[in-house]
């Protein structure tokens, strides 16, 4: 599977944006798909996932009630809905899909073998 994600840009704070990750095949439906991200100087972090059996949403409590994950298996499409933005939510964000992932490691970055390029999100205070 390959991932394309688009969608960052600058925005101030309190605004909103949202992601797009594109994936290259119909593996896709069959996947567990994830955001992550990561700011300079830190490392990745959890932000959300799509539990590829039940279709269940875990999302970071740093982003609760904020952020919404979503996918149209369709289009082969991962989206990454947020709102209310904070400074601190200024990072590299990536997609990322695995076919076999176990849930208790959904939450770890190198559990996921399929990666996208990453886009970035600043928010101005």
């Known amino acids: 599977v390959q991932l394309q994600a688009s969608g960052g840009g600058l925005v101030q704070a309190g605004g909103s944006l949202r992601l797009s990750c594109a994936a290259s095949?119909?593996?896709?439906?069959?996947?567990?798909m994830g955001w992550f991200r990561q700011a300079p100087g830190k490392e990745r972090e959890f932000v959300a996932a799509?539990?590829?059996?039940?279709?269940?949403?875990y999302v970071s409590d740093s982003v609760k009630g904020r952020f919404t994950i979503s996918r149209d298996n369709a289009k082969n499409m991962l989206y990454l809905e947020m709102n209310s933005l904070k400074p601190e939510d200024t990072a590299v964000y990536y997609c990322?899909?695995?076919?076999?992932?176990?849930?208790?490691?959904?939450?770890?970055?190198?559990?996921?073998?399929?990666w996208g390029q990453g886009t970035l999100v600043t928010v101005s205070s």
């Open positions: 095949d119909g593996t896709f439906s069959r996947s567990t």
């Open positions: 799509l539990w590829r059996n039940s279709g269940r949403s």
């Open positions: 990322a899909a695995d076919l076999r992932i176990i849930l208790s490691s959904l939450y770890t970055p190198s559990a996921y073998n399929y």
